[in-house]
């Protein structure tokens, strides 16, 4: 009977939307794991070994893929928070325990897992909207606004030519092909992202600060739009705004897909349909995926998405996953396919190792209440062990 309590206090088009978002990040990071972080700023050796097939393949990850899913990811992450701030009595201790932890889980996954982690990002940023949890649900629509229109002004900055990758994204290719497990760990502990440190302890550390700076001003909007949304509980009942959607939905995906193409188009050679990409596309088109799920689930039952329902339900432990196999697959120091298999193999691997996600997760919440990293998150967060089984 808790069980079931539990299970009906959870929107289950979020869940949907959690599991969608991991396929599509996964989908981004294919091209990370497999040709190093060089491989998300420049074609490198190894890419279109399949010519045009990789070429599309590469061009659709671009325009529906990039940027998009990470938002979406971001999106529901604010508007978790903004929930939990509503159904939780004594917020702040709870808040900073739990953020705390994810500080840690971000540090250990990006030194001794992948450079690519996203949660050390999120876990600051979500310092920063701690604060504007306690604004008014108006002033919390305002500031999203304007930290919007901030970013969006990046948009105005001209086109800067091409310009050669930072130092780090360069390294990185040798350590993968040639390095050790410990090679890779003590990389990561010098160099920075931005290419700031060449393996000086001290320019690391400015570098890191700037890159993830960079990360909090990147992912605030969205966060600052989820809370916002969990305020006005759109997800909650989608059928009753379903005026909001109609209007919105079209919009959407037209100033997406607008916004977007240019830059799938150019393959990323401008700076300033970059921009345009990230900071109005990719939300865009977020926020069409989010929609569409809400109304699709609502209006079909959320049997037929239990299998992402699940994925979604168990996040953190697919995320990490996701990058422990990945990295195993593709790097030096485990199965060594790095640079191996062209974008189009690349994808279809990622979707493989999707599916076996989608299965595994629908069986383990059969059993159990939620993932294991899920459990340690909440064991740490609340101070007391959760009860892991179900029956």
């Not at 903004?82 to 159904?87: D, F, G, I, V």
């Amino acid at each position: 009977m808790n069980n079931q309590i539990e299970d009906q206090k959870r929107i289950v088009s979020l869940d949907v939307m959690r599991g969608f978002a991991l396929l599509g990040i996964l989908l981004a990071n294919s091209l990370a794991f497999q040709f190093g972080m060089l491989g998300t700023y420049e074609p490198v050796d190894g890419m279109y070994q399949l010519g045009d097939l990789d070429r599309w393949t590469h061009f659709f990850i671009r325009l529906l893929v990039d940027g998009s899913f990470i938002t979406l990811f971001s999106f529901l992450f604010g508007y978790g928070m903004s929930l939990q701030k509503l159904r939780i009595t004594n917020y702040t201790p709870v808040f900073w325990r739990r953020t705390s932890l994810l500080l840690l889980f971000g540090l250990l996954h990006l030194f001794l897992i992948w450079r690519g982690d996203i949660l050390l990002g999120y876990s600051l940023a979500a310092m920063v909207l701690f604060a504007f949890l306690f604004l008014s649900t108006r002033s919390l629509l305002i500031s999203n606004i304007i930290w919007f229109l901030i970013m969006a002004l990046f948009v105005l900055v001209p086109d800067i030519g091409n310009t050669s990758a930072p130092y780090y994204y360069l390294a990185e290719q040798n350590v993968i092909t040639e390095g050790t497990y410990i090679d890779h760990i003590l990389f990561r502990l010098t160099h920075d992202l931005l290419g700031i440190s060449t393996g000086n302890g001290f320019l690391f550390l400015i570098g890191e600060f700037v890159y993830q700076f960079n990360t909090i001003l990147v992912v605030m909007p969205m966060f600052l739009l989820g809370a916002y949304a969990a305020r006005k509980k759109w997800f909650v009942a989608p059928s009753s705004h379903l005026r909001l959607f109609k209007i919105c939905l079209p919009i959407a995906l037209i100033v997406g897909m607008a916004a977007k193409l240019p830059n799938a188009i150019t393959g990323g050679s401008n700076t300033q349909l970059e921009s345009l990409s990230v900071f109005i596309g990719a939300p865009a088109l977020a926020l069409f995926y989010a929609g569409m799920i809400a109304i699709i689930v609502d209006k079909t039952g959320s049997k037929r998405f239990a299998p992402l329902a699940a994925v979604g339900r168990m996040a953190f432990t697919n995320y990490i996953s996701q990058s422990v196999c990945f990295t195993f697959f593709f790097y030096g120091y485990g199965l060594g396919f790095f640079s191996e298999l062209g974008i189009f193999y690349g994808a279809l691997l990622s979707l493989a190792f999707f599916t076996v996600q989608l299965i595994a997760s629908l069986l383990w919440l059969r059993w159990f209440k939620m993932g294991p990293l899920e459990w340690l998150w909440r064991a740490g967060t609340y101070l007391r062990l959760p009860k892991m089984k179900r029956y």
